[in-house]
């Protein structure tokens, strides 16, 4: 059975950081995109961070370029955000995600339907 579980969120204060976790179990992911989504309450669940398998490309929001970073090792099948100069607005539940999809070293997408595993979600609360 595949299972991917987040850890490390919480309340923290605006300015502050936060690293949030996720392992993955059942399969290794280490020749598959790798993802963080968000979903705010009574928001759609939206595109935070993603890695490729390689770990040489990423790509991130708009809204968290420069405050997150995605890092995985693929020898423990772990994936992490990094969350710095935290804001309210990127209260959330977190989601990581792992694609099943296969493709060049560097690839990776932002598109939710193409991430088939999904862990159960961490609340990030941030204060003002």
């Known amino acids: 059975q595949v299972q991917l579980v987040e850890s490390g969120g919480g309340l923290v204060q605006a300015g502050g950081s936060l690293r949030l976790s996720c392992v993955a179990s059942?399969?290794?992911?280490?020749?598959?995109?790798m993802a963080w989504f968000r979903q705010a309450p009574g928001k759609e669940r939206e595109f935070v961070a993603a890695?490729?398998?390689?770990?040489?490309?990423?790509s991130y929001a708009d809204s968290v370029k420069g405050r997150f970073t995605i890092s995985r090792d693929n020898t423990k099948n772990t994936v992490d955000l990094q969350m710095s100069s935290l804001k309210p607005e990127d209260t959330a539940v977190y989601y990581c995600?792992?694609?099943?999809?296969?493709?060049?070293?560097?690839?990776?997408?932002?598109?939710?339907?193409?991430?088939?595993?999904w862990g159960q979600g961490t609340q990030v609360t941030v204060s003002s």
């Open positions: 059942g399969r290794s992911f280490s020749r598959y995109p």
């Open positions: 995600a792992a694609s099943v999809m296969y493709g060049e070293s560097s690839w990776i997408t932002d598109r939710e339907y193409e991430y088939y595993y």
């Open positions: 890695m490729s398998w390689s770990g040489g490309n990423t």
